[in-house]
């Protein structure tokens, strides 16, 4: 942690990474629409005085906004989620000694295979040329790739020939080596796929936006981003062969929050290191809040171009590993609200009780209303066990902030997320007391409910 003699230096250099990095984005290479600003990182790594000797833990880190603040900032930092495509993209944004001549000598490779290819496609069933390439030279034998459309795909999200499109791309990508080069191509490959490519929007849920559908130019799309890619991992490179930054570390790994200690202490290096002594000393993320977030649809496209949502079982496999937020991630067995009595928490048992009132006052026996109270329950108990993990990772002193949003989307029941988890920080974990602090008003998702509040609770473990 900071002391007074050396507090001005930290933040000197602080400033000086950022000043170098400034035009370095890397964040857009792959975002989604939970992703928050690296501005909560940066303004609360000057507001706890984090330098450079310190280990940063994001458990929900998404697609990495924070692993990447914290690296440009020369902050050594862990960051955990459960899918793939959210791991894969924070690790590929902190990985800056990749081979960079090995990356372009298999983007020209790739391009000039596919460029034909996407041609062909692009003109199946045309009578005149259109407009990204005509059919004419020799014809390509597509008889190797399989064009059936993946079981999970949810109906219209890609038109016929972008699919195809993706599929030989899916294809060549699957047969590079498995290495941090081939990293980059498949994190190209997600990043394209639901907006640029698909026919999805996200409004923040993702539906299908029938004003995209048709032929799409992905060898233009994929090339830019690859490009985009090139042109961040070149400028870091080279600022510091210049010596000019001072990244700090990085480590990503897959880890379900609530067992987020016992998996760190087993797996990371970072956490083991002789610097960091088996200790945490700061913790910035935002979790997920009870609000119908459905973050497994909303990745639908990227997790199954990794392999990773082919059926219902290894779809079911990241959303077990997920804190219960919506009702479409509640299992017959969840009993995390039991095994801690979360009831007892006078907050949590009034929303639970309301919701249960208009449950039997409006007779609701199907549709998702009736699993509200359980989300609120098994949402709460979670993050209650999701807090234990923390404490024992924190150093005494040691300090973590959840930016989180307040919940109307039930029914429009009033759930005051920062405060809730507070209390149940110090009541039961045993965290000082805590901090809330408005972050920003959102538009709520309801349009007859107001805006809804997004804070920044503070927790910091007793010295
Ligand atoms: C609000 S998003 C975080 C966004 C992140 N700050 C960013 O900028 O991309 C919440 C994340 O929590 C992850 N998540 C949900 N349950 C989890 C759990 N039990 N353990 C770890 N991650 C989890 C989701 O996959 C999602 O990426």
């Not at 495509?85 to 990749?98: E, Q, Y």
């Not at 791309?169 to 394209?192: C, G, Q, S, W």
């Not at 936006?209 to 994929?222: H, N």
């Amino acid at each position: 942690m900071n002391t007074p003699q050396n507090a001005d230096a930290d933040n000197l250099k602080h400033q000086s990474n950022i000043g170098r990095l400034d035009d370095v984005d890397i964040h857009d290479w792959y975002r989604f629409v939970y992703a928050y600003s690296d501005r909560v990182i940066t303004s609360l790594v000057d507001e706890f005085d984090i330098e450079q000797d310190d280990l940063l833990i994001d458990p929900f880190n998404g697609t990495g906004t924070t692993t990447l603040a914290a690296k440009k900032l020369g902050i050594d930092s862990i960051g955990t989620d459960t899918s793939p495509a959210s791991v894969l993209s924070a690790r590929c944004k902190t990985n800056w000694d990749v081979d960079l001549d090995e990356f372009r000598s298999r983007r020209s490779e790739l391009l000039s295979t596919l460029q034909p290819i996407f041609k062909q496609i692009s003109s199946q069933g045309n009578t005149t040329l259109d407009s990204f390439g005509s059919s004419d030279g020799d014809e390509v034998d597509l008889s190797q790739y399989d064009f059936t459309e993946p079981k999970k795909t949810p109906k219209g999200w890609l038109s016929e020939k972008p699919l195809k499109k993706m599929e030989v791309l899916k294809y060549h990508v699957e047969e590079m080596p498995d290495n941090d080069v081939t990293d980059l191509f498949r994190l190209a490959m997600i990043a394209i796929l639901p907006e640029d490519v698909g026919n999805v929007r996200f409004g923040p849920e993702a539906t299908r936006d029938r004003k995209q559908e048709g032929d799409k130019d992905v060898f233009t799309i994929l090339k830019n981003k690859l490009q985009e890619i090139e042109d961040d991992l070149e400028s870091v490179q080279q600022a510091m062969a210049a010596g000019e930054v001072d990244p700090g570390e990085a480590e990503i790994l897959r880890a379900d929050a609530r067992k987020l200690a016992d998996t760190l202490r087993e797996e990371s290096e970072l956490l083991n290191s002789d610097k960091h002594e088996g200790e945490v000393d700061y913790l910035i993320t935002s979790p997920p809040y009870p609000a119908e977030h459905d973050y497994t649809r909303n990745q639908r496209l990227e997790l199954i171009w990794l392999n990773a949502a082919d059926d219902n079982k290894d779809l079911q496999k990241i959303k077990k590993a997920n804190i219960r937020s919506h009702t479409k991630n509640i299992y017959v067995a969840d009993d995390e609200g039991e095994q801690v009595n979360i009831r007892e928490n006078d907050r949590v048992d009034s929303i639970v009780a309301e919701m249960e009132r208009i449950i039997e006052e409006e007779d609701i026996s199907h549709g998702f209303g009736k699993y509200y109270p359980r989300v609120i329950e098994e949402y709460f108990a979670g993050m209650q066990h999701h807090f234990e993990q923390v404490y024992d990772l924190l150093a005494p002193g040691g300090k973590a902030a959840y930016v989180v949003g307040d919940s109307g989307s039930y029914w429009q029941v009033e759930v005051e997320t920062a405060k809730i988890l507070g209390e149940l920080a110090q009541n039961r974990v045993g965290f000082e007391e805590p901090e809330v602090n408005l972050w920003r008003n959102m538009a709520a998702t309801t349009a007859d409910y107001d805006d809804i509040e997004e804070n920044v609770l503070i927790l910091t473990k007793p010295e």
